[in-house]
């Protein structure tokens, strides 16, 4: 039996860099003691006010099918927050909940793109965007940026991308994998090739309550945006709701009318009970986003600390969400085999930069998801074994001279 070429051609063939994480996940399934930095997954738990909401709402029966465009009092709150947030007046009509913000960042791009269309994104970026883009029927087109000019895409990346025609552009700040808060500079660029080129802006905004230097902007906001904007947004990051699946996208009521026509044949709502925890969640306010981000906080004042100025290892100061981007071309090595040399050596897993696109190629993304003592000694025993692979190659301690083959600058 035939399957559609759709699905086949989704993850674009080739390694994506995860076999680094797939090991980690059958080292520890042994019982091995690895101290795990791959993934973005909270070290704390759901709260439990959040949990008890859930509960009630379930064994109070909002079992049943749930609005497919979500419930009034969700979308209604989701509307206030983002009012609040970004000052720019929104209604519960420019809301469609979807079941996380995967399934936001794969309507966005149905409703955006026809097939064969050119749909741009931000390299590096997050591992699920060129697939997504696939799976939509689109083309996904990379648009590079450099660890020298801390990741943020220039006027100049972006309008070459652009000039070949396209149909949207996927931009996420704060930035997984990077940490990067685009600037002022950046969101006019953004913005300004957008409307040059008749372009859909889609932002993916589900770090927007991990800021740790500098102010995080949603483009939405910038003039003449909000019309041809699309928000993604989620409480699996600002809640510690990953398993939740509950998202949501802001948009024009026109678009979000369309998507809603294909929630009803796709994903059919999203389950009441839980709606009702995100309801409740969003109405416990700040305190309780501040919660979830203090760890992040800390460990990243820690990843400063340890290795602000370690003479082989360079550390791109976060400016936001839950990672560290680390340079560790002066070993000599490519993300990739440092990340399975540092798992082999030392049993701490940490992503290859390899895994978010040819951009970040010589880094390594290190996720702050454990205690901030296993943290703190994993990121020492991570600079350690950097030391020695330098020393090792002949490379001087204070060198940057990319590996062989290593874009990114």
Known sequence: MRISSRI????????????????????????????????????????????????????GGHTGYAAVP???????????????????????????????????????????????????????????????????????VP????????????????EDAAHGGAASLLVNTPNNPTGVVYDAPTLEAIAAVAKRHDLWLISDEVYDTQVWDGRHVSPR??????????????MSKSHAMTGSRIGWIVGPVEVIDH??????????????????????????????????????????????????NHPVVRLLPPGGAMYVMLDIRATGMSGEAFANSLLDAERIAVMPG????????????????????SFADALTRLAAHAERLAASAGDTAGSRGPAAGAPGG
């Open 354 to 373: 390899e895994s978010f696109g040819r951009a970040a190629a010589g880094h390594v993304r290190v996720a702050m998801t454990v205690d901030d003592a």
């Open 8 to 59: 086949e051609n989704m993850l674009g063939g080739g390694s994506d860099g995860w076999d680094v994480f797939y090991r980690a996940r059958a080292m520890r399934a042994r019982g091995e003691p690895v101290i795990e930095l791959t993934i973005g997954e909270h070290d704390i738990r759901t709260d439990p006010s959040i949990l008890a909401a859930m509960d009630r709402s379930a064994r």
């Open 143 to 158: 648009v590079a940026t450099r660890s020298s000019h801390a990741f943020q895409p220039t006027p100049e990346a972006l």
């Open 70 to 140: 979500g419930t009034e009092a969700l979308r209604a709150a989701i509307a206030d927050r983002v009012t609040r947030r970004t000052g720019l007046a929104t209604a519960p009509e420019n809301v469609l909940v979807t079941p996380g913000g995967q399934a936001a960042l794969f309507a966005a791009h149905m409703v955006t793109c026809n097939p064969g269309d050119r749909a741009l994104f931000v390299d590096p970026y997050y591992a699920t965007y060129p697939g997504t883009i696939r799976a939509a029927g689109a083309v996904p």
């Open 221 to 234: 906001t910038l003039p003449g945006m909000a019309e041809r904007t699309l928000v993604i947004g989620s």
């Open 259 to 308: 998507l809603i026509n294909l929630a009803t044949v796709t994903t059919y709502g999203v389950p009441g009970f839980i709606q009702d925890a995100a309801t409740f969640a969003l109405g416990a306010g700040a305190a309780l986003e501040d919660k979830v981000a203090a760890p992040f906080r800390r460990r990243r004042a820690l990843a400063l600390r340890i290795l602000g």
